[in-house]
């Protein structure tokens, strides 16, 4: 296919339909608005929409469409436009739902289900192709997960990009449709035509321009969607989007330990008003609390302070976590953890070497302290280059030394009362840490 990059896209979301197989969350309300992981459905379609570029949306509403209004508004809440188009037959098919929009759309349009989340990148990539002549490109995929509910998903026949056939019942398919679509005004025509015909599914108005070879298929890889019919799926889109949160990068005590209690902890957060720059300022204090503690040099206080220091790295993943989950990422709030992270680092050494020379007055603490300190500030300066360099170029396994890793020596040494030590080997492998980073780098971007 051609590419072409399409600026000030419009997309339509056909939010309508009662949702009879969710109705034990949709109870008085409609399907768009079933709440998962703090959004609900239509707000993640609408928020995945515009990280990809689409600021301006129409949403086609029925079934209780007044409840989908007042939630959404006219969209300045997410700093986008919404207009809503009525749909007084929403008990009839999807197809309906797509051709009250004919009076609306006049150019090309991208249209999305209120029951599809899906990643951004998908969007970002549907919008490079050309249509030229054709009606609509279609988003399917070739080697659906096995989450995907292959039963009631509907099949996609595609030879040389070319939709040959679709239908749910279809017994000779390559590809699962994914609910994606990017469309020309030629799709209504085809839907006039498949009403007429007593076919009320967009999947009918697709198949007319398929015999008249107007319908693409666009294979999305391995990006992820997931279509929401039933209370089951709504569980494993949850499983699969905290599973996401966790990094290529993230270290081996982040993996083990950290994730599975800080996913945990936003799980439960993203259904509360809070941002991730305030957790980002909890994590802050919590180690400030924990250097003070240190400051205090007897091994109760110590050893809480270590303790505190664990757990404040572990609530560190939460904003990030809450951030991704939401829609609410941005620059300054990545700046400012890194940031209040370094600064936090530095007390905590200074807190452990402080409580540490206040008992025994041993100078040394302060040459490891300095040591423990610029390590621990040139381990996290390294990652970022070097993290940047291998998120396409894979490294040859090695254990991660990061913050994670750091905070846990500093928890392990705190417990078993050995200050001095644990600060000797943070000064040790960060540092070298540090020089084999440079070493590896040098190789890569001389």
Known sequence: MNSILLNKMKALIIAAGRGKRLKELTKDKPKALI?????????????????????????????????????????????VRIEYIENDEWTKGNGVSVLKAKEFLKENFILLMSDHIFEAEILKKLKEVKLEDYGCVLCVDRNPKSYIDLEDATKVKVEKDKIIAIGKDLKDYNAIDCGIFLCSP????????????????????????????????????????IDLDTKESCR????????????PTDGPVARLINRPISTRLSKLLVNINVKPNFITLISFFLAVFSAFLFS?????????????????????????????????????????????????DAL??????????????????????????????????????????????????WLRLGRDVRMFLIMLGSILNQILLTLFVLGVITNLESIRRLIVLRKKIS
């Open 35 to 79: 709440n998962l992981l703090g959004l609900s459905l239509i707000e993640r379609i609408i928020l995945a929409a515009k990280k990809a570029g689409i600021n301006e949306f129409f949403i086609v509403v029925g079934y209780l469409g007044e409840k989908i209004k007042a939630k959404l508004g006219n969209g300045e809440k997410y700093a």
């Open 186 to 225: 030629l799709i209504f025509e085809a839907l006039e035509e498949s009403i007429k015909a007593g076919d009320e599914s967009l999947s009918g108005g697709v198949r007319i321009l398929a015999k008249r070879e107007k319908a693409l298929a666009f294979d999305i890889g391995d990006s992820f969607w």
């Open 236 to 247: 494993k889109a949850e499983e699969l989007l905290i599973k996401k949160l966790i990094k």
């Open 296 to 344: 205090l040099g007897n091994y109760l206080s110590t050893a809480l302070g270590g303790i505190l220091a664990q757990i404040a790295s572990i609530i560190d993943g939460c904003d990030g976590e809450i951030a991704r989950l939401k829609f609410q990422e941005s620059s300054y709030g990545a700046w400012l953890d890194s940031c209040l992270d370094r600064y936090a």
């Open 348 to 397: 905590i050494i200074f807190g452990m070497s402080y409580g540490y020379w206040l008992l025994n007055a041993d100078v040394i603490v302060w040459f490891l302290c300095f040591a423990a300190m610029i390590g621990s500030f040139m381990n996290s300066y390294t990652a970022d280059k070097y993290d940047t360099i291998f998120k396409t170029v894979k490294p040859k396994k």
